[in-house]
């Protein structure tokens, strides 16, 4: 079956909409395919015993049709008529972990469609402890297949925003039931022998299993010789993939974690917030470890920086390594970075919850390279790791056989998504304001339409308008804009630059800009000197590309700066080209610009 939109929009339905909730369900029992949450990750459910309805979700997800899915249950008597036999082994996990975070491999049995299983003869089930899932698995009443909700290669969804990220127009609805408690998917064991195998690492650790069953017997299937075929078909495929390559920043030796043992315990994860004003709190021995654990994320990130200066370089961090970069203050490696803070540096139960949806918001603040906090401890952290070397693999091995995965278009929000908004606004300044500064305004409101919705980057819950206009420091006020420019745009991106009237530039326009980018370098230094009080924000086009270390070089090694010819009096050739070298620069300055502006995309 061929992935395919099915429907205009996905249906977003809340976890305390009962009809909604009930309307999935009967959706899913007459074969259709709905997002639902779980403690672990979002799921992409479907009647197991339909194999139409199986391959749909196969077809939403891009999955390989050898891969199985696992079987969800509400309730725990639903268990034999989905297994054929429930070993010894098999019960003292369930009645141990179930419901939670864990999916138990046993011996199939008819009812379950062959789809769900990929042809094996074994099923795994999983009876999930989050409320919304219970209560929607209830409702359903059948047992519901389901693959993690993202499509085949990607960081699987922890939050319902993400599942529409991948499969809006795929599937019929998601129920939206916050953010999951654990991060990662499952731990999956096989039982179907009397040595249980943990196939996938997860938050129920090999400790944890041990401990119930008496002894150290539990193997992890890790330890199979490479040439045996993997017990769990989905493990051989890359997994978690963002666009940006990721890079493991290793734990110094001996440090010690917090949460290796207690995964997402109650749900409460603490988003620590450490400031500057903290790190003057630690003792000498508190900051020594500290950059220590920072130093990797700081050389790498400068190694970097050296050999493309145009990189930019995603932090998935703790908040006190930020708050060294913050005390630092190198304003290139700021600029250049964009961070992504999970909680406490140590916390490995913060940095699993927080992992997938972290990894999808840096790809959304399209970083090349994604440097990420490694972890040694020996249980979550094995989760942890199993899932961050994944997306750290090579990137042409994604699914074999598969194209990968292209951007999914952005999902508009509405502001009132956040508790709190701001505005922000940049202002392109010429001489005059009807060609070089309207097309510029006209162009750079399309980027920001185009990347919208943005958060600020010092409170995650507040949402972000960003706003440009332009001016001309010799400008009348209310003249028509140049027709040819206008042509020119509008070819070029459709929108033209008739509804711009000219303005003349005055301190009152500086003063409600955050940002004054000047087509030409003298304008700016007029600006300055006329001004000098705004001279933080007023830079032209090609001093702030250089602010941000953007140098660019030619052919012979000479440091190139932004220099726009006036098109005025050639031909229209000239006005389309310059357009098109306004908007090639505007593209590469647009990520600082919304980062000077304290914003990033979501
Ligand atoms: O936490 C989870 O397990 C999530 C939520 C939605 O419940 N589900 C999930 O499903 O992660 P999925 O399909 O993305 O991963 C299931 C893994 C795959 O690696 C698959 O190969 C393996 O479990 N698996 C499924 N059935 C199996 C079986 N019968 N024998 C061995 N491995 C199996
Ligand atoms: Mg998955």
């Not at 939109?5 to 976890?15: E, N, V």
């Not at 304003?331 to 919850?353: I, P, R």
Request: glycine share 8%.
């Amino acid at each position: 079956m061929e992935r395919a939109k099915i429907y205009k929009k996905t249906l977003l339905i809340d976890s305390s909409d009962d009809k909604g909730l009930k309307d999935a369900a009967e959706h899913l029992v007459n074969g259709e395919v709905i997002g639902f949450p779980t403690e672990t990750v979002y799921g992409l459910g479907c009647d197991a015993r339909n194999g139409e309805a199986v391959k749909k979700v196969f077809a939403a997800k891009g999955r390989p049709a050898d891969n199985p899915l696992i079987c969800h249950i509400g309730d725990k008597a639903q268990i034999k008529d989905i297994v054929s036999e429930i070993t010894p082994l098999a019960q003292k996990l369930i009645d141990a972990f179930m419901p939670g975070p864990i999916t138990v491999v046993m011996k199939k049995a008819d009812s379950i469609s062959d789809e769900t299983t990929a042809g094996l003869d074994t099923v795994g089930v999983r009876m999930p402890s989050h409320p919304v899932a219970q209560k929607f698995l209830k409702l359903c009443g059948v047992p519901v297949a389901a693959p993690s909700a993202n499509l085949s290669g990607r960081p699987s969804p922890t939050g319902a925003r993400s599942v529409l990220e991948d499969m809006d127009g795929y599937i019929y609805a998601v129920i939206d039931g916050g953010d999951s408690e654990f991060g990662l998917e499952s731990t999956v064991v096989d039982c179907t022998g009397t040595t249980p195998v943990i196939l996938r690492p997860g938050a129920v650790t090999k400790a944890d299993i041990d401990q119930v069953l008496g002894g150290g017997e539990t193997v992890m299937s890790g330890s199979l010789a490479d040439k045996e075929t993997p017990r769990s078909p989905g493990m051989k495929y890359r997994h978690y993939a963002p666009f940006a390559q990721v890079e493991i920043m290793k734990m110094p030796e001996g440090t010690k974690i917090e949460g290796d043992d207690k995964a997402g315990s109650d749900g409460k994860i603490s988003k620590a917030t450490f400031t500057i004003e903290d790190l003057k709190k630690l003792s000498d021995d508190e900051a020594k470890e500290l950059v220590n654990i920072a130093s990797p994320f700081i050389l790498r990130s400068r190694e970097i920086l050296q050999a493309n200066p145009f990189a930019r370089i995603g932090l998935y961090c703790g908040s006190e390594i930020k708050a060294m970069y913050d005390k630092m203050n190198d304003k290139l490696l700021l600029a250049h970075t964009e961070f992504c803070v999970y909680g406490k540096t140590v916390d490995v139960s913060a940095a699993s919850h927080g992992l997938f949806e972290g990894l999808r918001f840096l790809d959304v603040q399209e970083v090349d390279t994604i440097l990420a906090q490694g972890f040694d401890g020996e249980g979550l952290s094995v989760a942890y790791m199993n899932r961050l070397s994944k997306a750290a693999g090579k990137k042409e091995a994604l699914v074999p056989g598969m194209p990968a995965p292209a951007r999914p278009d952005r999902t508009p929000l509405p502001l009132d998504a956040f508790k709190d908004t701001f505005t922000v606004s940049v202002l392109f300044v010429d001489d005059n304001n009807t060609s070089l500064s309207s097309c510029l305004e006209s162009l750079m409101r399309r980027m920001i339409e185009k990347n919208e919705p943005y958060i600020s980057n010092r409170e995650s819950d507040t949402g972000v308008e960003i706003y440009c206009e332009s001016a001309g420091l010799t400008a009348m006020d209310g003249m028509e804009p140049d027709e040819q420019m206008d042509k020119a745009v509008r070819e070029i991106s459709g929108f033209g630059i008739k509804n711009i009237e000219s303005r003349r530039a005055d301190p009152a326009i500086y003063d409600c800009n955050d940002l004054i980018l000047t087509v030409r370098d003298e304008q700016a230094f007029a600006i300055i000197k006329a001004f000098p009080q705004i001279k933080d924000k007023v830079f032209s086009l090609s001093t702030f590309a250089a602010a941000n270390g953007l140098v660019m070089k030619d052919s012979s090694g000479k440091v190139m700066s932004i220099s726009v010819p006036d098109p005025t009096g050639q031909n229209f050739e000239t006005y389309v080209h310059t357009a098109k070298a306004l908007r090639a620069w505007l593209e590469i300055l647009f990520p600082y610009i919304i980062k000077d502006l304290g914003a990033s995309r979501i």
